[in-house]
């Protein structure tokens, strides 16, 4: 089944210990992004990349970094989390930046204390 | 002001109603108009998508895309209670795979 794979699906954790979400995709789709949602503020684009070791910011980049090593896999990590990154967080992939439709994980809900 | 702004309701109707849900924007070269749904617990799932104005129908669903108005709405005829989500407009212009949402729309079908 073509899908994107998120892990975990929910998290608790502590202000400034480091963690990673990932995210893998088998469809050999060549553009991946990570989005947060938040209440009012409807998705917002994290970071992007249009292929392997091709990465850049969308419009909330701050406190975030990714990294894209090989086509399937694009993990976000927080190097030192806040309590203003509590949020929902999806990955999506897409065959190229010009395709119409992307296909969406089924979300990261993150809690920072 | 956003981009895209979208009414986040909620709304609710009746089994069987024609539900309309609307996004305007503000960027003129928006060219690709796409509507997603997002069942609870869930990652958003591409409904319908459009280039440049017109309309295009697909089962109970039917998309439109005024330019000139800067408006795009998402009609569904005879709502059921399985079309109950979070409906999410989102539209991208022809240079840039940036794609940009609008804040979601949160539908109920009541029985």
């Known amino acids: 089944e073509a899908q994107v794979t998120q892990n975990p699906r929910y998290l608790i954790t502590v202000t400034g210990k480091k963690l990673t979400v990932t995210c893998s995709q088998n469809m050999n789709h060549e553009y991946m992004s990570w989005y947060r949602q938040d209440p009012g503020l409807g998705l917002r684009q994290i970071y992007y990349s249009m292929n392997v070791e091709v990465t850049d910011k969308g419009d909330v980049p701050e406190g975030y970094k990714v990294s894209r090593k090989e086509k399937r896999n694009f993990p976000l990590i927080l190097e030192s989390p806040s309590p203003n990154q509590t949020s929902l967080y999806f990955c999506a992939s897409s065959s190229s930046d010009r395709d119409y439709g992307y296909t969406f994980g089924s979300g990261t809900r993150l809690t920072v204390v | 002001q956003k981009e895209v702004e979208q009414d986040p309701g909620p709304l609710s109707v009746p089994e069987g109603a024609i539900v309309s849900l609307n996004c305007t924007y503000s960027?003129?070269?928006?060219?690709?108009f796409m509507w997603y749904r997002q069942y609870s617990r869930k990652g958003p799932e591409l409904l319908m998508y459009t280039y440049s104005s017109g309309n295009k129908e697909d089962g109970r669903f039917t998309a439109q895309v005024d330019k000139s108005s800067k408006y795009i709405s998402l009609f569904i005829r005879d709502s059921q209670p399985s079309d109950s989500a979070t409906y999410l407009c989102a539209m991208k212009s022809s240079n840039t795979g940036k794609l940009i949402f609008g804040q979601g729309t949160t539908l109920q079908v009541k029985p």
């Open positions: 960027n003129s070269a928006f060219q690709y």
